[in-house]
């Protein structure tokens, strides 16, 4: 089974995805199986912006399975976006339609999609009809939430995603509404396994073994992949836990040095970056890293450090 690091704007930037990799990623079973990165900006002329270039750079991200995030509900602006990928040197590109965030929705983008399922429709019938997906090995995976305020809307929207040959569906089940809180919707979960032949990837909540040992209970099947995002920036080794659990092995929980050896090489990477910064980029990703760190992950369960 497939574990990926989720993405986490302002979190799992390509400096922290470097520093992750280095560290927890050097035995297979430590590491990412996939870094999905956050979603990119794409500029007026429907162009990756330069930042986001730089970051998705190959040789920034040597070694690790990188997967860019294109957040957009326009067919055109997402193929452009996609061709540029495809020449760095991308073969996947995931479609971001969770983003909960007010502004987002309010352009009928992320989560707002899902509130427009003929534009759905339309928008993966053109970019499936594009040379790009039809005569190429590229591949458009899914990252979805629900809907905006029911979970049962998720039926309808599992019809049109049933319709076309997304790669991968990654589900976060919560609607917009709930955005980050509340108990996550296992049940839909369950009835997606049960309802697509598009791969399936669990994410949400997943912050211990104990958390996937859950999920794994609820569901009709074995999922092709799990995706953690607040639970491996809290818990780094998250990745080995979940292989040994997995392997039926005795799990070996992060240890406070390696907690401090991992935040410390964050903080001398933003000081490095901060005190010669060539450009804008690292600030945004350096301090919200070290920020959101400890300020987000204040609110999840205890971890094994
Ligand atoms: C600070 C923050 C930034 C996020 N940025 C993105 C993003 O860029 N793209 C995306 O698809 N999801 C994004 N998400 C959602 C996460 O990828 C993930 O789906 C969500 O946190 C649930 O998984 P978790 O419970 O394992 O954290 C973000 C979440 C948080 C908390």
């Known amino acids: ?74 067919a055109d602006a997402f193929l452009s976006a996609a ?16 983003c909960p965030s007010g502004t987002v929705v309010g352009k009928n983008r992320g989560a707002g999609f899902l509130s427009e399922p003929d534009m759905l429709d339309r928008f993966f019938y053109t970019v499936f009809s594009d040379p790009l997906f039809t005569s190429t090995e590229m591949r458009l995976s899914v990252k979805s939430r629900l809907g905006m305020v029911d979970p049962d809307e998720f039926k309808d929207i ?43 990837c669990c994410n949400g909540d997943l912050f211990t073994v104990r958390d996937v040992d859950h999920l794994f209970r609820a569901l009709p099947k074995e999922p092709h992949a799990l995706m953690f995002g607040r639970g491996a920036v809290s818990n780094p080794n998250l990745f080995l836990e979940v292989r040994q659990y997995l392997a039926k092995e005795t799990v070996t929980p992060l240890t406070k040095e390696q907690l401090w050896q991992f935040s410390d090489a964050l903080c001398r990477d933003a000081q490095t970056r901060l005190s010669g910064a060539a450009y804008a980029v690292p600030f945004k990703g350096a301090l919200g890293i070290l920020d959101r760190i400890v300020c987000r992950c204040r609110a999840l369960p205890k971890t094994s450090a």
């Open 83 to 98: 061709r540029q990928l495809w020449d760095l040197g991308y073969d996947e590109v995931n479609l971001n339609l969770g």
């Open 158 to 200: 599992l019809e049109i995603y049933n319709r076309y040959p997304i790669s991968e569906l990654i589900l976060h089940p919560r609607v917009r509404k709930e955005m980050y809180k509340g108990d996550v919707h296992t049940d839909m979960t369950a009835y997606t396994s049960e309802h697509t032949t598009i791969p399936l």
């Open 1 to 74: 089974m497939k574990l990926y690091f989720a993405p986490l704007e302002g979190v799992t930037d390509v400096y922290f995805r470097r520093i992750h990799a280095d560290l927890f990623g050097t035995s297979p079973m430590g590491k990412a199986d996939e870094y999905f990165a956050p979603f990119l900006s794409i500029t007026q002329d429907l162009k990756i912006h330069e930042r986001d270039l730089h970051a998705l750079a190959k040789e920034k991200n040597a070694g690790m399975h990188v997967v860019p995030q294109i957040m957009t509900n326009r």
